[in-house]
């Protein structure tokens, strides 16, 4: 797609945002209006998210590589932590 390409964002990132559902669109921009927050925040170097299902988790990973923030999965295989 050049789209995807243009912004160097993923299908996944393109479809959710543009193609798919609104809660999808939604979530990402919300997950990008608190990641902004984070950002700036001095005094947090790392953000724990609230558990996710393997969907939204997916479009997290997406979005943190494409800010080049450091990203996991926890153990208990639900939760995701995001690093400056």
């Known amino acids: 797609m050049e789209y995807c390409e243009k912004y ?3 299908p996944i990132l393109y479809r959710a945002l543009f193609n798919g559902n609104p809660k999808d669109r939604y979530f990402i921009l919300r997950l990008e209006r608190d990641l902004h927050d984070f950002i700036l925040s001095i005094n947090n170097e790392s953000w724990r998210l609230q558990p996710l299902n393997s969907y939204y988790r997916l479009l997290v990973h997406q979005i943190a590589a494409y800010y080049k923030m ?11 932590v995001i690093f400056k």
């Not at 450091?70 to 995701?80: E, F, P, Q, T, V």
Request: proline letters at 0%.
């Open 8 to 10: 160097e964002i993923t």
């Open 70 to 80: 450091g990203h996991i999965l926890l153990k208990d295989g639900a939760s995701m």
